[in-house]
């Protein structure tokens, strides 16, 4: 995509339907930490939790609101706030409670802070895609979480079998 924001961008998409669509860069690390979260928000982070989550930049909308992605594999649903399943394992909350439980070292083990988030009109996707703008591939927990950051976007292309050094202007270069 020739958008500055979006070019090179891995979104994983959250939820997708009639009304429009909403996804996370998962590929875009900002400068700040998981700290400068807390403070923002006056939790107070227990000092022996040794909290590493990165503290990514979801998309240009609303980048004043927050998300933890994070494997919910044996973490408990938070009983505020709305948490919703991308997949068995991956889920994404708005809740200050897992917010206060990560600080505190209880939290998941596996997660990333997203701040704002990437929308689309109803339809608007759907067009882009016809367009050629975006490129869909499975979600694969490993590229989400166990990937670096900067190798995102290339490891979700090679699942097609694409070499992203192969791409001019938008197109795959022939052989």
Not at 61 to 68: A, D, K, Q, T
Not at 71 to 88: F, N
Request: glycine fraction near 10%; aromatic fraction near 8%.
């Amino acid at each position: 995509m020739r958008c500055p924001f979006f070019n090179h961008t891995l979104v994983l998409l959250i939820d997708h339907g009639d009304e429009g669509s909403f996804g996370f860069v998962v590929n875009r690390k900002t400068d700040l930490g998981i700290q400068d979260v807390f403070n923002e928000v006056g939790v107070t982070a227990d000092a022996t939790a040794g909290v590493d989550a990165p503290v990514m930049l979801g998309g240009p909308v609303s980048p004043e609101s927050g998300w933890i992605l994070y494997d919910a594999e044996g973490v408990p649903q938070p009983s505020t706030g709305q948490t919703i399943a991308v997949s068995q394992r991956i889920a994404c909350s708005a809740s200050l409670e897992l917010l206060e439980r990560l600080a505190r070292g209880d939290g998941p083990d596996t997660c990333a802070m997203i701040l704002g988030y990437s929308g689309w009109g109803a339809g608007q996707l759907e067009s882009e895609m016809k367009q050629g703008s975006w490129i869909p591939v499975d979600l694969d927990y490993e590229i989400v979480f166990d990937t670096p950051i900067e190798k995102r976007w290339e490891a979700a292309l090679a699942t097609l079998g694409i070499d992203p050094a192969r791409f001019i202007d938008n197109q795959i270069a022939s052989a």
